[in-house]
Each structure stands twice: as structure tokens, then as C-alpha cells.
């Protein structure tokens, strides 16, 4: 009887082992995704950031170009148009440091969760062996006790 619970609570364990594996092969997934969108977002910031830089060269060539005789006011809205893309590029700037704090984190929580799944993994093994054992010495016992009642049926039928 206690080996009919034994093996029931093998199985549970088992099962729940598996599901924690699950659960955390899940994390991981998750882990990886974020990790993606935040690389995704790096693309844009750095595409955004590869355009400002073009448009601020273009117009400070274009400032440098003017001379006093074509316009003080088409200088003034040049200078306020790069003072424009200047504060551009320093709230880029914000962007991208914020950007690379989370990806931090994210592989921080990616390098966690592999870490549990990892763990979870061995858990599993273990515990399948350690069932395997015991169905191993269960079923031994069965051999054994058809032996013995086999032996004991020869030995009862001798005079």
C-alpha cells in the first residue's frame, strides 16, 4: 500500500515539477520577447537619431553658406531651427540611456529565468530517475514475490 502512495506521490511531484519547468521555460520566452521589442527600439532611436544628424549638418552647412547680405532673418530661423534639432538630440539622448537601463534589467530577468529553468530542468531529472528507481524496485518486488510463490508451489507439490 505505502508503495501504491509513494509512486502516486512520485507522479504528483512529477507533474508539478513539470509544470514548474513549463512555467519557467515560459519566463523565459517572455524574457527573450521583451528583450527583442527593446532592441526593436533601439533600431528606431538610432534610425530617428542617424536623420537628426543629417538634417543638422544640412542646415549648419546651409547656416555657415549664408552670408550678411542674404539675411539676418533666415539666419535667426536657421539658428532656432538647429537650437530645435539640439534639443531633439538631448531628449534622444534621455531616450537611449532609459532604453539601455531596461535592457539591462530585461537581461538581468533573462538571465534569472534561464537560471530557474535551468534548475527546474534538474529537478525534473532527478525526480524521473529517483521514479524510475523506485518503479525498478517495485517491480523487483513483484518478481520476487511471484518467485517465492512459485518456489513454494514446487516445494508444496513434492511428497
Do not use: C, W
Not at 47 to 58: D, F, M, P, S, T
Not at 144 to 154: P, S, T, V
Amino acid at each position: 500500500m505505502t508503495d501504491k502512495k509513494d509512486t502516486a506521490n512520485a507522479k504528483g511531484s512529477a507533474r508539478s515539477l513539470g509544470l514548474l519547468a513549463r512555467l519557467a521555460e515560459n519566463k523565459v520566452q517572455a524574457s527573450l520577447h521583451r528583450m527583442t521589442e527593446l532592441q526593436k527600439a533601439q533600431a528606431k532611436i538610432d534610425a530617428q537619431r542617424e536623420q537628426l544628424l543629417k538634417l543638422k549638418n544640412e542646415y549648419s552647412q546651409q547656416l555657415a553658406a549664408l552670408t550678411i547680405d542674404k539675411g539676418l532673418v533666415q539666419a535667426q530661423g536657421l539658428r532656432r531651427f538647429i537650437q530645435n534639432l539640439l534639443a531633439l538630440e538631448e531628449r534622444l539622448n534621455l531616450e537611449t540611456q532609459s532604453l539601455l537601463e531596461k535592457k539591462e534589467s530585461a537581461q538581468e530577468a533573462l538571465t534569472e529565468a534561464q537560471l530557474q529553468k535551468r534548475k527546474m530542468e534538474s529537478l525534473v531529472e532527478r525526480q524521473e530517475v529517483k521514479t524510475a528507481k523506485e518503479k525498478s524496485i517495485v517491480d523487483q518486488r513483484v518478481l520476487d514475490a511471484a518467485g517465492i510463490a512459485r518456489f513454494n508451489r514446487k516445494l508444496a507439490s513434492y511428497p
